[in-house]
Every structure is written in structure tokens, then in C-alpha cells.
């Protein structure tokens, strides 16, 4: 079926794209290394879950800075109320220089003890115990998680630094080599993938799509979309917010049409997509008088 498929209706057909072998392996590594981010996302939470439920002074001395190495190491040798009301201000000074602290060690500690022997309500003493064996294992999990997350990042940089396209890439405001690994991965390197720019804007999913009925006529975003690639793109454009004088006059003239954050960064990250294809195209590092000619057109 597939054979008589190709024989009469090939023209209707395009080729399977053929990445390089260099390509794939990015791609396995990027996958790889944003999927252990994710996972070690989902742990954080169910730490501060935990933490929420029993311990809410270790709320009060790290708050949203849950995930550093301070308070991982804290909650390591002290992961109940008990235990933590019982350190020392040196004993946590030393906990903080273990972790890879190296400015305001004392002051820091002084606050986080603070924190940890401020009036909180308190659990049972068995059940703070049993809980303080979650914390103490998720602790360790993250800790273990953020040691690979490293190791697979270096690899990645490795692998994309060799890559025949990761000078165009890198030469992009706001795209460094793990960034620009995810966009390489996902968009793939062969060529003749992509027939015009439109069409690597429609496979990134940062075009948006017309529907008009009567008189009426509305652009939505497309929800159907590799949403790796998305999020990629997302955070390329809001790091590339101040890298670029040329993008930050396009993105205030979104917003000054009245667009919310996430829309103007969205319609900021198909423009990059945009001269992402020239330059691949062309074979040419980025030009910030190529890529944003004029306020008149940035703001088109």
C-alpha cells in the first residue's frame, strides 16, 4: 500500500527529513537533560508539599528558594522542626560552606536560624519524625538529580559545540549552548526540511492561526505543537529581552497594542524563528542591522 502510495501520489508528498547523526544525538541528550528538569521539578513540589504539612519555619527561611543547595543541605542534617530549632549558628554556617556558599556565610546563617527556631505550629512528634524521613530521602533524590542534570548539560554543550550549526545559533541573542542544543534538536538540521520560513513558523507552532466567520475574524495559537521546541522558543524570547535593542522595540510595540506578556513574547519568538531560517539559510552569523532594519518594521 505504502509502495502504490509513493508511485501515484508522490508529488503530493514531501520527504522524510534526514537529520544527521550529530543532530540525533543532541536531540537524545536535550530530551534528556530537559525531562530530568521536569522530573526534578515534580520532586520539588512534593518536597514542599511535605514540607508545608509539618515544618513551615523551612518555609519562612527559604521560601521560594527551596530548590538552592542551602537549603537542601539544612534540610539534610536537620529535616524536622525539632532538629532544626536544635542547630547552631556555626553549625549551620558550616552546612552553608559545605553546600558552596561563599559570601555572607555567617549573616545568612544567623537568619536562617532565625527562621528555623521562630513560634510555629507543630506536628505530633511522630508523625514531624516520619515525615522528616520524606524530606531527608527527597533531599537526597534532588540532590542526586541536580548532580546528573550538570553532568548531562556538559555533555550536551560538548556534543552541540561540534555541531556545524552551533556558531549560527550561539551568535543569536539570548541563546547559549544548552538553549540552542534544545532549538537544534527539536527543529532538526537537514536543510531542505522546511520549504520557506512559514513553515518552520507553522512546525514551531509560533505562527498563529485565522479563523473567520461573517464579519468576525480572530487570531488564535496554535495548541497543536512539539511543545519541547515551545518552550524552547518561549525562553529564548524572554531571555533575549535586553540582548537586542531591535527585539525590545518589537516586543514594547506588541505590548502597547495592548498584548499580554506571554502574547508579545509569543509573537517575538516566531520573529526569531524567522531570522533563525535566514540565517541558517544563508549561512550567516546574526546581524542586528539585517534582523531589526528599522522601529517601523520591528514594530510591523
Known amino acids: 500500500m505504502l509502495a502504490d502510495l509513493v508511485r501515484t501520489d508522490r508529488h503530493l508528498h514531501r520527504q522524510v527529513a534526514g537529520d544527521t ?24 513540589n512534593q518536597l514542599r508539599n511535605a514540607i508545608r504539612e509539618f515544618y513551615p519555619a523551612a518555609l519562612e527561611a527559604f521560601g521560594t528558594d527551596l530548590a538552592s543547595q542551602d537549603a537542601l543541605a539544612v534540610l539534610e542534617v536537620a529535616p524536622t522542626p525539632a532538629q532544626g530549632g536544635s542547630l547552631s549558628s556555626s553549625r549551620i554556617a558550616a552546612v552553608l560552606k559545605r553546600a558552596g556558599r561563599r559570601r555572607r556565610i555567617a549573616e545568612r546563617a544567623e537568619e536562617i536560624k532565625g527562621a528555623l527556631r521562630s513560634s510555629q505550629l507543630q506536628a505530633p512528634e511522630v508523625l514531624a519524625g516520619a515525615y522528616g524521613e520524606v524530606v531527608r530521602s527527597t533531599v537526597r533524590i534532588l ?25 549560527i545559533l550561539r551568535s543569536l541573542p539570548g541563546l547559549g549552548s544548552v538553549l540552542g542544543a534544545r532549538v537544534l534538536a527539536e527543529f532538526g538540521d537537514d536543510p531542505d526540511r522546511y520549504a520557506d520560513p512559514k513553515a518552520r513558523k507553522n512546525y514551531a507552532g509560533t505562527s498563529p492561526i485565522t479563523k ?14 512539539n511543545r519541547r521546541l515551545a518552550d524552547a522558543l518561549q525562553m529564548w524570547a524572554f531571555c533575549s529581552l535586553g540582548s537586542s535593542e531591535g527585539e525590545r522595540r518589537y516586543y514594547d ?48
Open 21 to 44: 547523526e550529530l543532530a540525533e544525538a543532541v536531540k537524545v541528550l536535550a530530551r534528556a537533560h530537559q525531562s530530568l528538569i521536569w522530573s526534578r521539578q515534580r520532586q520539588l
Open 143 to 167: 540532590a542526586e538529580m541536580t548532580d546528573q542534570i550538570q553532568t548531562l548539560a556538559s555533555q550536551l554543550e560538548a556534543r552541540f559545540e561540534g555541531h556545524p550549526d552551533a556558531e
Open 212 to 225: 473567520a466567520s461573517g464579519r468576525s475574524k480572530v487570531a488564535l495559537a496554535r495548541f497543536a505543537r
Open 253 to 300: 510595540a506588541h505590548r502597547a497594542k495592548g498584548q499580554t506578556h506571554h502574547r508579545a513574547l509569543r509573537s517575538l519568538a516566531n520573529r526569531w524563528v524567522g531570522i533563525l531560517d535566514g540565517c541558517l539559510r544563508h549561512r550567516e552569523r546574526y546581524s542586528e542591522r539585517m534582523a531589526w532594519p528599522t522601529f517601523g518594521e520591528a514594530a510591523a
